[in-house]
């Protein structure tokens, strides 16, 4: 086996970190819009959070972000000089429907995305789209309380609908939700979630999963109804839990970890609920509630393909162990000893592609695609006006011979790699604009002139994909 020929090379970015426009022509109010940088972010994104107002003083990254929204023709064009073939993007759902309870929709909206496909169409290039990237109606959320509601699905499949129809001709690879494990770890990013003291945060967050994963397998039903060469992936934040030590309370520990994370896809791509999981819910007397038709509904319309981001592995400890705790993509863990980390803490691990791609692959037998994995790092403008960002090649070039090992060597049915981020973008976790993971630098730190400036990893990856992953 080897890379095939039609690989899906690309990038990806989502509408919150990367549009800006955030009023424009209709727009409503997104979650992440209230959501500002600073040291509050990182309770916020958690849930806790109760004012919605807009504060003059604060810098909220949503609002202009990169300026995609004025800048697409422009970036799509960059893109197609890399020579992807595939872009995959997400839908503000604001855009679109500004509430989320419109009866009817946004047309300059619609638009948007229209010219955006139409661009990509002009290249060649796939879109794999992203129904909803930490992205919710603000009014959604304060009004029903967001995924907490089961009336949520009908709003989202009301997006969906017209997403599928209007579309059609342009869109084939859909992901009902970005990294749907993060509802566990950053619940108002991920979801719009909020809490109060006294909430059994675990019940609500769960009952909230389950709404998103009825949504997802109605949204399957209708994506085929609508378009039968529609295609929908599970989308999760993957990254394989190591044991710290081979102590067995540590092993078990990791075991339980990977549980938690591919709970989703587990019933995303089986249809149904894991047994560990069913015991997990009695003992913590997390009671979920279900409609009659929900275990028909799971077991009918499962995901066809598989996709996740990739940042770093986890290492894993029992609570007796000495380990130091490190960051990561939203979880803190172990220390792993033998990884070199980013700028932010997050561990370099190469390796740890190759064995998730496996483990994934091992677990669900289905088509798989990387739709995330990238460095954030600080980069500078030199006196040439050159950015030479070696350690982003090095990462990524280290990554991509990990993933041809996994399809070579182990066999692992992998078809496209979007690499993240396929410009800089604001980063979700700490809003900050200098975690920069694109391969195309903007300028929206300090003049924000918003130019665009080509990185040197920008030429190298132009000719990872001419090569088909040869030169790397
Ligand atoms: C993933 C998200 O969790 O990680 C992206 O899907 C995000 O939206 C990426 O940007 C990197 O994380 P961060 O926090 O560095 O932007």
């Not at 300059?108 to 995305?113: R, S």
């Not at 028909?296 to 499962?302: A, F, I, R, T, V």
Request: proline share 4%; aromatic share 14%; net charge negative.
């Amino acid at each position: 086996m080897t890379i095939r020929k039609d690989f899906l090379w690309g990038g990806a970015t989502s509408a919150n970190q990367y549009e800006g426009g955030y009023n424009e022509d209709g727009r409503g109010i997104s979650s992440m819009d209230v959501v500002p940088s600073g040291k509050n972010r990182s309770d916020i994104i958690r849930g806790n959070i109760s004012d919605f107002s807009i504060g003059e003083d604060l810098y909220y990254p949503t609002h202009k972000a990169v300026d995609f929204y004025h800048h697409y023709e422009e970036d799509i064009a960059l893109f197609a000089e890399m020579g992807f073939k595939a872009y995959r993007l997400s839908i503000s759902w604001t855009r679109i429907f500004p509430n989320g309870d419109e009866e009817t929709p946004n047309e300059a909206g619609l638009k948007f995305y229209e010219n955006v496909f139409k661009e990509c169409k002009k290249y060649n290039i796939q879109p794999i789209v992203t129904i909803s990237h930490f992205d919710v109606p603000l009014y959604l959320v304060e009004k029903i309380g967001s995924w907490k509601n089961r009336e949520m699905i009908d709003y989202y499949l009301k997006l969906c609908k017209v997403l599928f129809e209007r579309y059609k001709d342009y869109v084939e690879y859909w992901l009902p939700f970005n990294e749907i494990n993060m509802i566990l770890h950053a619940p108002f990013m991920a979801a719009g979630l909020t809490f109060k003291g006294g909430d059994n945060e675990e019940q609500i967050k769960y009952q909230a999963a389950h709404h998103e994963l009825i949504a997802s397998s109605l949204a399957t039903k209708m994506a085929k109804e609508i378009n039968p060469d529609n295609k929908i992936g599970s989308m999760f934040a993957a990254g394989s839990a190591y044991p710290y030590s081979c102590n067995p309370k540590d092993v078990w520990e990791a075991l339980k970890v990977d549980q938690e994370n591919y709970f989703f896809v587990d019933i995303q791509s089986r249809g149904k609920y894991p047994n560990y999981a069913l015991k997990e819910f009695k003992r913590k007397g997390i009671d979920l509630v279900m409609h009659d038709e929900d275990k028909q509904l799971l077991s009918e319309y499962p995901v066809d393909f598989i996709s996740f981001s990739y940042y770093n592995s986890r290492c894993i400890a029992s609570k007796d162990s000495d380990a130091k705790l490190t960051d990561g993509n939203l979880f803190a863990t172990a220390k792993n000893p033998y990884l070199e980390a980013s700028e932010w803490g997050w561990p370099i691990d190469p390796l740890g592609l190759r064995i998730t791609l496996n483990e994934v692959y091992d677990r669900y037998q289905k088509p798989m695609i990387i739709v995330e994995n990238g460095l954030g790092a600080i980069d500078t403008i030199n006196e040439d006006g050159q950015i030479k960002d070696d350690y982003r090649i090095q990462y990524l070039s280290d990554h991509i011979k990990a993933i041809k090992s996994a399809i070579e060597e182990d066999g692992v049915d992998l078809f496209g790699y979007t690499a993240w981020a396929a410009c800089d973008i604001v980063s979700a976790s700490s809003g900050e604009m200098k975690k920069r993971y694109g391969f195309i630098y903007v300028d929206a730190d300090d003049k924000e002139s918003f130019t665009r400036l080509k990185k040197d990893s920008f030429y190298w990856y132009k000719k990872v994909i001419q090569s088909n992953g040869d030169i790397l």
